[in-house]
């Protein structure tokens, strides 16, 4: 048998299944035209419903024009690439030194099969273009819409290279010119180069509420969430959509500008910088293995080797399907790359309060958006889509346990990849999704659902914690359950209630009102012990590091002692000088410990501030440098004077300064304490440049066991301080704005008696 050589011949049918079959839907495809005119470093796409009624519903010409102003293509391109499916052009651009445009975009095609989109939107092509510096421009003719969808004639199958392009070269330029053009309702001159596609007749139906879904869709179609990042509300984009600050999309219906959803988008932004319970900003940092991000102004850190990671069920699974056990996760390795994240989370409980509070409509329209993913800023579809669940969240809610990760819908967000950095996670042919193969994928999924997971434990749970904390508080505070008591009585007087139950009623109110009063006695007779045992606490770490080198050094010489070594007078010598100076720091601290359990012997006596802050500030002393935190001390005036107790001082100073270096520890540089000591005013401004107080909790932080901190803290520094200083007729406040020094937590303590 002869051997010989056969040649792929693709049949024409190739461009349904490039085109019609393979895009999704027309939002796709309009991404796919759109991402070409970013490559080609356009600044603005124009895209034009022409003969389409106010209800888009398509006339006998309708047309949908996509109009740029890119550096358009020049005569060789289009014949050797543009017409060749599959061109590797962008491709081998971006595997060589070409990753970039000349304006410096990260090119976004690759595939050289985006074009083939068009056949999604209609049938019949003709494409204008006009290269940079060229006084003439280049038509390309498609008319497919005579021929059978499969392309198929007479019963025969048609090949692809059957099908016949009109192409010429029009000198001059007819079509793109530099002239005025409407761009958002302004009038802008045009730069003579891009490219104009006419597509027709419109495939499908269109309609209203379809060309909104396809405006909001490509409004998406770069970060939402790129200006809140940098602090800029994208003003004066004049509803268009902002694809970045050089590129933008408008939608026209003929001569009418529509601008689309810029409310929302607008509505949005207020939510999610306003209205959230909090926002994440960070990285996964694949090298170091560790997520590094920011929540409420804190930075922190998160191994995966992390307890709080590995004992949750998502990650040990994942961890299995490597072969590891939870003990071993320090040796995982994976192959996603690093990745950048941004997510915004919401309560849509209905006890809510204040700013968090959401009403239906806000409700509404944060359902709308999910986890976004990008690739260099740019969309992967359909990641973010409300009925997408690509990180299998939903499932996992309905399979494993629901409490096991906040909603889908009450977390926004986005998760920015790169070429550069994740070259495993590929997007399909479809443009729709990453090749879900290999391990790359099912890192990224893992790593994106533990740290979903990890927020949903911790953060949000804490705050719930905090929400139910203040709700008892109220009770509490507002006396609540004994009105409540009374109108019992009152209502089963009146309701002629049988004598027998009035009276137990009444014997449960009385009974009530004085086990209320026995405890609330004891609560007040405890606080003192109470405020005693947290400020020796937060002295105590130094302490023990002391008394461990004492102990340390004193088995040393036990030993040397017991050995027939001869002993050395000058290493004994230097020995015992690091033990005495050891005893000499441990007996200075507890000296001003001391001070602190003879507060009820104590009388009342004129104490210089200043002295009491230096005490602390040195007892604080190696915490403060551990953690790189400056402390500074300011005067104003004559020396600040409290009649009081030294325990009083101390007790105050030993929570403040406690709770500023709880918060500073995670805080970005620069992480400072001043207090300003203002002898005139007889006030003490102590100031952290931590995150500050949350809004929410001001109503709450001199409150009993209400605490910020969750289940780090207890919810009685503060509380202690303001109780304690009322006693001596002095005050502990929130520092107004006039009277804030930095711009974290600001309190103000007045040494200044009240009138009554």
């Not at 902002?242 to 929302?264: A, N, Q």
């Not at 100076?581 to 410990?593: I, N, R, Y």
């Not at 400072?672 to 949350?694: H, K, Q, V, W, Y």
Request: glycine letters at 8%; proline letters at 3%.
């Amino acid at each position: 048998m002869t051997a010989k050589s056969l040649k792929f011949k693709p049949y024409a049918r190739l461009l349904t299944m490039l085109g019609d079959q393979l895009i999704r839907n027309e939002q796709v495809a309009l991404a796919e035209l759109i991402k070409n005119s970013y490559d080609a470093d356009a600044t603005w796409v124009k895209v034009t419903f022409e003969d389409f009624d106010e209800n888009f519903r398509a006339g006998p010409n309708a047309m949908i024009v996509v109009e740029d102003d890119g550096h358009g293509m020049a005569a060789d391109v289009i014949e050797n690439h543009w017409v060749n499916p599959a061109t590797p052009m962008k491709l081998m651009g971006k595997k060589g030194e070409k990753r970039r445009t000349e304006s410096g975009r990260i090119i976004q095609g690759e595939k050289g099969i985006g074009r083939f989109a068009l056949l999604k939107l209609g049938r019949d092509i003709r494409m204008v273009t006009r290269p940079a510096r060229s006084s003439s421009e280049n038509v390309l003719e498609l008319k497919l819409a005579g021929f059978d969808e499969d392309f198929i004639e007479g019963n025969q199958p048609m090949f692809l290279d059957e099908l016949e392009l009109q192409f010429e070269v029009v000198s001059p330029a007819a079509t793109i010119l530099e002239e005025e053009i409407d761009l958002g309702g302004r009038k802008k001159m045009r730069r003579p180069q891009g490219t104009r596609i006419e597509i027709s007749p419109p495939v499908g139906m269109w309609t209203r509420f379809k060309i909104e879904k396809v405006f909001e869709d490509l409004s998406r179609l770069q970060s939402s969430f790129a200006g809140l990042e940098n602090g800029d509300d994208a003003e004066g984009t004049g509803g268009s959509v902002p694809i970045d600050k050089d590129f933008s999309v408008f939608i026209y219906r003929g001569e009418t500008y529509e601008p689309l959803g810029s409310d929302l988008r607008d509505r949005l932004d207020v939510l999610l910088k306003e209205h959230s319970v909090f926002e994440i900003q960070g990285r996964y940092n694949e090298e170091a293995t560790t997520f590094e991000f920011e929540i409420d102004g804190r930075l922190e850190q998160l191994q995966l080797a992390d307890s709080d990671l590995t004992g949750l069920a998502v990650f040990r699974e994942y961890l299995g399907r490597r072969g590891l056990k939870p003990a071993e996760a320090q040796n995982l390795r994976t192959e996603c790359g690093s990745f950048d994240f941004s997510f915004y989370v919401f309560d849509f409980s209905n006890d809510a309060k204040g700013k968090l509070q959401l009403d239906k409509s806000d409700k509404d329209l944060i359902k709308g958006h999910r986890i976004y993913l990008y690739r260099d800023g740019i969309r992967v579809y359909p990641y973010g889509d409300p009925d997408d669940d690509w990180l299998l969240i939903d499932v996992r809610r309905g399979t494993v346990r629901a409490s096991e990760f906040l909603s889908n819908d009450q977390v926004v967000g986005f998760v920015n990849i790169s070429q550069s950095e994740n070259h495993n996670l590929r997007d399909k042919t479809s443009r729709e999704g990453l090749v879900d193969t290999g391990q790359a994928v099912d890192d990224f999924r893992a790593l994106l659902q533990t740290f979903l997971a990890w927020v949903r434990k911790r953060p949000y749970s804490l705050y719930k914690q905090r929400t139910k904390q203040s709700q008892d508080v109220d009770v509490f505070r507002t006396g609540k359950v004994p009105s409540l008591m009374e109108e019992v009585v009152a209502a089963a007087a009146a309701a002629n209630v049988p004598l027998s139950v009035r009276e137990k009623i009444s014997e449960a109110n009385q009974q009530y009102k004085a086990e209320r009063r026995y405890l609330v006695q004891r609560a007040e007779n405890t606080e003192h012990l109470a405020g005693v045992g947290l400020s020796v606490e937060a002295a105590s770490h130094d302490l023990m590091l002391a008394m461990q080198r004492v102990m340390a050094a004193i088995d040393k010489l036990i030993a040397h002692s017991e050995s027939d070594a001869k002993i050395d007078k000058e290493a004994l010598s230097a020995e015992l000088l690091a033990m005495r100076g050891l005893l000499s720091f441990v007996q200075s601290q507890m000296t001003d410990m001391q001070l602190l359990f003879r507060s009820t012997k104590q009388r009342r006596k004129d104490i210089r501030v200043v002295d009491l802050v230096e005490k602390v500030a040195k007892i604080f002393k190696s915490l403060m440098e551990r953690n790189a935190i400056e402390v500074r001390v300011e005067t104003i005036g004559s020396p600040l004077v409290a009649k009081t107790t030294d325990a009083v001082l101390l007790q105050l100073l030993l929570n403040l300064f406690d709770n500023a270096a709880y918060w500073l520890q995670g805080a970005p540089q620069p992480r400072e304490i001043e207090i300003l000591l203002d002898g005139n005013a007889g006030t003490m401004t102590f100031a952290d440049s931590g995150p500050g107080f949350r809004e929410e909790d001001l109503p709450y932080l001199f409150e009993p066991f209400f605490s910020g901190k969750g289940e780090d803290g207890r919810g009685l520094g503060l509380y202690i301080a303001r109780q304690l200083l009322e006693r001596h007729e002095y005050s502990i406040d929130i520092a107004s704005k006039d009277q804030r020094v930095l711009k974290g937590a600001n309190l103000v303590v007045s040494f200044v008696k009240e009138q009554a």
